[in-house]
């Protein structure tokens, strides 16, 4: 199907730009969107489009991604206690069982919002809500992330004070935003740390790197939404003012983190 730039109509624009639709939907950033249209991977009205800025209704108008059609659906927001075991990708080839699949059917097509790898449990959030996914993940936005580290061996404050400066990884250099020992037990501790960046299984590798190995690890806090008492495996949908919370800090970044300090980088992938 031939490529089409839409006429410059004299009636002012209406709609969305198809770019933000697509990233609402889930299918990446704007700036990832933007290259698909550019590719000529969505139709608009049975129509490859490939001009960008191009305004649409997906209310009144058909928009398909490599031959799949968009819907427009209600924003869906869902809480996970991830357990161990279970894979963070909406896709696995090896059968594993994912996190979207804790939520029933009827919740609609979601997304994670980051990832925690197999081993490790805690907060997952699941949405359809492109737009507050993607910003927070972004590294323009900082959010940060919180998690309980129990490690062997009982770190020297040296440790934690390099956490702090940081430490170099294979992707360059990582650091922690803040780190505290919350509880003390016999062969070990455990940390409240703070992350606003991505790399990925960042902790583990951080805390190797510097003799210490973790045991366990959960993600405790996504910005102001907490994990709470919620058991292992169970989800629950986010409340309309947990909703706003995480929309105000999106968009504020570092400004609106409840520890109070500035960051510059992202809190995404694994830890």
């Known amino acids: 199907m031939p490529a089409v730039n839409r006429p ?6 209406t709609g969305e730009r198809l770019q933000k639709v697509l990233a609402a939907a889930g299918l990446g950033s704007r700036r990832e969107c933007e290259t698909f249209i550019q590719e000529g991977r969505v139709e608009v009205d ?9 305004r649409v209704d997906l209310s009144c108008q058909e928009i ?8 427009a659906e209600r924003p869906a927001y869902y809480l996970v ?7 963070s990708t909406n896709s696995d080839p090896a059968g594993r069982p994912r996190v979207v699949d804790l939520v029933p059917p009827s919740a609609g097509r979601l997304f994670t919002v980051g990832r925690l790898d197999m081993n490790s449990t805690g907060l997952i959030l699941l949405t359809n809500d492109g737009e507050l996914a993607n910003r927070l993940m ?4 900082g959010v940060q992330k919180t998690y309980h580290v129990q490690v062997v ?3 020297e404050p040296a440790v934690l004070k390099q956490l702090r400066r940081g430490v170099h990884l294979a992707e360059g250099h990582a650091k922690v935003v803040s780190v505290r020992i919350k509880s003390r037990r016999k062969q070990g501790v455990i940390l409240e740390m703070v992350l606003d960046e991505g ?14 190995r973790v045991q366990r690890l959960v993600r405790v806090a996504i910005g102001p939404l907490r994990l709470g008492d919620i058991p292992v495996g169970a989800y629950r949908s986010l409340d309309p003012n947990e909703v706003r919370a ?9 400004q609106s983190n409840p520890t109070g300090v500035r960051n510059k980088h992202s809190a995404g992938k694994r830890a």
């Open 8 to 13: 410059i109509s004299s009636e002012p624009p």
């Open 199 to 212: 790399k990925n299984r960042e902790i583990r590798r951080l805390m190797a790197r510097l003799g210490h």
């Open 64 to 71: 398909r991604f490599d031959g799949e059609t968009l819907t």
């Open 138 to 141: 972004h590294p323009r936005y």
């Open 81 to 87: 206690h991830k357990p161990t075991g279970v894979v």
């Open 46 to 54: 049975r129509q490859v489009v490939t001009q960008l800025g191009t």
């Open 246 to 254: 995480l929309k105000k800090t999106a968009s504020q970044g570092s």
């Open 153 to 155: 061996g009982h770190p």
